[in-house]
């Protein structure tokens, strides 16, 4: 039996899989796993240690997503589970009950390795929460796991919650602002034990659903590590994440054109080429260089010149350029998240004043000690990073000018429309609050329904939004291909960001979707 992998399509069909009374099948073969399959080492490994009991069947279905019922029994047998003497777990089976009770279709062979668990601290109470969901049409379904739920279910197993904790302010991977904030030490943990290391672009996708043959290499892993040896080397987490990687530039697809929009926290281009935008994301260890010296991502603004090396939809290597410009950036602002409202930027570096502005501005330069006005432009200089005149309408309806540069404001965070403050000395800011910043708002999270019209988005913390689009306006971009997508094209549970450019409305003018499954 072939298991889709839509998340959907899943649910429904892994209610129906048998588990089978505990039988040993040490070293089992599964006709869908060849010695050429990706993860065939893990699961031949994983299967000889007695793991798999419960796949007892001629096909290993390696794509099917695995749901937290088999988690628990895999998961018990490592930790130490035997069906000859399985202990009473009166306190524990009292907590499954508040749980199951709601659902007819709970599997209730499971109870036994659950209680377990909880008698262990391996799995808590509030897990429970997440083994059945109801689906639209009211029927019970059973719940995948993710891959930060499984991370935090292998280190309590090996209890290294206390060391994972210590790791829950780093940032490990390429999309760590995606972990869940709880579960993010886990994920670290893993990664600095070779466990988990992500794709080969360092993302480690927390959300996504473990697959079967993810699982099993996973926990190879952790086995090994538990046994004190080093986990292979270079072990992804995919089939893709194994294909070769080794292309040589020279081999790859490039693409030139013009930043249209940089989303440095989604660590997201878009490059217009022609009329046609598209969207890249960076690589873990993408080179950048900025008019031929070596630069880092801060380099990366809306309107440079951009030639990218592309492979499999990810830019592996930049090569910037100022030239040729437009220098009006008005609202070409940078639309990242980067910058907080009412963030007060102070400097003591002196600012000369813009040379190549027009006459009249550098003729009018405001001389006042401070104003407070709504940004009406931003005319750069001629050295694009380093200096501007901006242009605001006081309070008292005024048009005034200050001289900045990088050093006294944050020039690419700034956009027309912005409500700010300065203080200036002889025209020359020194330094500048956001009183209300005009720039795009950027939520993260699981598409739980979408319709004609409305999408619902749950975040990280576990909160629900509604979003609106128009499909004749919003562009819909699949961040895996790098192509754009109608809506109707976007599955359910696939995680995604959406960018609203104004932050007070709920309409959504880019969406980009992650892993549609």
């Known amino acids: 039996m072939k298991i889709s992998k839509k ?24 006709k869908d796993i060849p010695e050429t399959h990706w993860a065939y080492t893990a699961i031949e490994n994983i299967s000889a240690k007695g793991y798999l009991d419960d796949f007892q069947s001629e096909n290993f279905n390696p794509d099917g997503y695995i749901d937290k019922f088999t988690i628990s029994k895999i998961l018990a047998a490592v930790a130490g589970f035997s069906y000859d003497s399985p202990a009473n777990y009166t306190e524990e089976k009292n907590i499954i009950s508040k749980y199951s009770s709601k659902y007819s279709k709970w599997y209730k062979d499971a109870n036994n390795q659950i209680a377990f668990l909880l008698s262990k601290g391996i799995l808590l109470e509030e897990d429970l929460e997440n083994f059945m969901l109801f689906s639209d049409d009211g029927s019970e379904k059973f719940r995948a796991i993710s891959r930060e739920e499984t991370a935090v279910f292998f280190v309590r197993l090996i209890g290294k919650t206390e060391e994972a904790e210590a790791l829950k302010d780093s940032n490990l991977f390429t999309d760590s602002e995606a972990i869940t904030i709880s ?34 290499v996973l926990l190879n892993n952790l086995t090994i590590l538990m046994s004190n040896d080093k986990p292979r080397e270079n072990t992804q987490d995919s089939a893709e994440d194994n294909e070769n990687n080794s292309q040589t530039s020279s081999n790859l697809p490039s693409v030139k054109g013009i930043v ?9 281009i878009q490059i217009k080429a022609d009329d046609d935008i598209k969207p890249y994301r960076l690589s873990k260890n993408t080179k950048i260089s900025l008019n031929g010296e070596k630069a880092t991502t801060d380099s990366i603004k809306n309107g440079l010149n951009i030639s990218a090396i592309i492979n499999k939809s990810e830019i592996i290597e930049i090569s910037l350029s100022d030239n040729k410009i437009n220098t009006d950036i008005n609202n070409n602002g940078d639309s990242s998240k ?3 409202e009412n963030t007060e930027t102070t400097t003591d570096s002196e600012i000369t004043t813009n040379k190549n502005s027009s006459d009249e501005t550098s003729a009018n330069l405001c001389m006042d000690s401070s104003a407070s006005g709504i940004i009406q432009s931003i005319k750069l200089g001629q050295s694009l990073q380093n200096e501007c005149v901006i242009e605001i309408l006081s309070e008292d309806k005024e048009t005034k000018y200050f001289s900045a540069t990088r050093y006294t404001a944050p020039i690419y965070t700034l956009k027309t429309g912005d409500s700010i403050k300065i203080t200036a000395k002889n025209g020359k800011i020194k330094t500048l609050k956001f009183i209300k910043k005009n720039t795009s708002q950027t939520i993260n999270g699981y598409i739980t329904d979408i319709d004609d019209e409305t999408v619902f988005i749950r975040t990280a913390s576990s909160d629900e939004y509604e979003y609106y689009y128009d499909e004749n306006q919003t562009e819909c971009f699949d961040c895996t291909t790098g192509k754009e997508i109608d809506f109707d094209d976007i599955k359910k549970y696939t995680e995604a960001y959406i960018v609203c450019e104004d932050t007070n409305s709920r309409t959504i003018d880019v969406i980009f979707i992650i892993d549609n499954l």
């Open 7 to 30: 998340i959907s399509t899943f649910l429904s069909i892994i209610q129906i899989i048998a588990f089978s009374p505990p039988v040993t099948t040490f070293g089992a073969v599964y």
């Open 183 to 216: 579960r993010k030490g886990s994920i670290n943990y893993l990664k600095t034990t070779n466990v988990l290391n992500g794709d080969s672009s360092g993302y480690c996708k927390p959300k996504s659903a473990v697959t079967k043959a993810e699982f099993c």
């Open 260 to 268: 249209n929009k940089y989303y440095k926290t989604l660590g997201i």
């Open 338 to 340: 980067e910058t907080v």
